[in-house]
């Protein structure tokens, strides 16, 4: 919030300096602008917030700390077990935030569904602290490898190469990462595991009492009919099969977006509409998009009415684009520079 702030002092007094002598009316609309943005941002924050935690999505705001209430854990193996969930937090959000980063859209979407079930998998050992040793090879592992794959993903991307080497390390990269989410579950099935043998030992033990008062029934049922399914059904086919398959069901769907984006990506997408719509003229847009350079040129020549009509048709383009289209050319971007 500071930096939105200072932002937009900073961007007031450029503006006053470039206009020295113009009317307070002119330097107004564009001030009012800013505060109404910083508010409409601090709104969308709490609100954004709250949606996530209904949602049971996991941030660095929400994360979960490890609960050892009612359990009889020695001081010394809390220690022990913290250290092994701060690691899994520390991986985990550094995942979550190399999600937002990527341009690859299949790469983020496949983030996206590891993030999912790493959310899942560290609530439940947040509530079992007994069971994070369960999942060693989780956390040390799978990933630990992930978080490593997409690091060097990064690192090829930064080297600005576009030689048919560095396009096909990265590309190496991203399908190695296409069958984490389902290691990922298993590892989450393993630790399941203990407790599932404790419900078919207390069903044991209700079913020997009810035969005891003469109730024969026996409780099983078919567990197709009740038992929702905790894991999807299995890929068929070697693994390079599995492979193509899961970049087909992955692969970007035209505005399919997480559900705690979508809402975020549209408000910027108007609020940017707006700022070339109706100051156009000054560069809001461009200064909004972090081009100051470009900003600075549409306030230089503002006089000459081109940039106010270039705002109105960008302003257009803006809303009609397709939320997917720019969630990707411009939310990544806008993201990073105002989190």
């Known amino acids: 919030m500071f930096k939105l702030i200072l932002g937009a002092v900073s961007l007031a007094a450029a503006?006053?300096?470039?206009?020295?002598?113009?009317?307070?009316?002119?330097?107004?609309?564009?001030?009012?602008?800013?505060?109404?943005?910083?508010?409409?941002?601090?709104?969308?924050?709490r609100l954004l917030n709250q949606k996530n935690n209904r949602l049971g999505i996991i941030t660095k705001e929400n994360m979960p700390e490890l609960s050892f209430e009612e359990k009889k854990i020695d001081r010394e193996r809390q220690e022990f077990l913290l250290e092994r969930y701060d690691k899994a937090r520390e991986d985990f959000l550094a995942l979550k935030d190399a999600k937002t980063k990527t341009r690859d859209k299949a790469l983020r979407n496949q983030l996206d569904k590891m993030e999912k079930i790493a959310g899942r998998?560290?609530?439940?050992?947040?509530?079992?602290?007994?069971?994070?040793?369960?999942?060693?090879?989780?956390?040390?592992?799978?990933?630990?490898r992930a978080l490593m794959l997409v690091n060097r993903y990064f690192e090829l991307t930064e080297t600005g190469l576009n030689t048919p080497e560095v396009n096909e390390r990265r590309q190496k990269v991203v399908s190695a990462l296409f069958l984490m989410d389902e290691a990922y579950e298993a590892e989450f099935h393993k630790a399941l595991s203990a407790e599932f043998m404790d419900i078919d030992a207390e069903i044991e033990v209700i079913e020997g009492n009810m035969k005891g008062a003469g109730i024969t029934e026996s409780i099983?049922?078919?567990?197709?009919?009740v038992t929702p399914n905790i894991l999807p059904p299995d890929l068929k086919g070697t693994t390079s099969e599995r492979m193509a398959q899961r970049k087909r069901l992955i692969g970007y769907k035209g505005d399919t977006l997480p559900v705690y984006d979508k809402r975020d990506v549209v408000t910027r997408k108007v609020i940017q509409s707006g700022l070339a719509i109706f100051l156009g003229s000054f560069g809001a847009h461009k200064f909004y998009l972090g081009k100051t350079f470009q900003g600075a040129l549409y306030c230089l020549f503002f006089w000459t009415l081109i940039p106010a009509l270039l705002g109105v048709f960008e302003g257009v383009r803006y809303l009609v684009m397709p939320v997917g289209d720019y969630y990707a050319e411009y939310y990544v971007d806008l993201k990073n520079k105002n989190p």
């Open 121 to 144: 998998f560290l609530t439940y050992l947040s509530e079992n602290p007994e069971k994070i040793p369960t999942a060693s090879k989780f956390i040390d592992y799978y990933q630990d």
């Open 220 to 225: 099983e049922r078919d567990a197709k009919d």
């Open 15 to 45: 503006g006053a300096g470039i206009f020295e002598g113009a009317s307070a009316a002119v330097l107004a609309a564009p001030l009012a602008l800013s505060g109404a943005y910083i508010l409409n941002l601090y709104r969308e924050e």
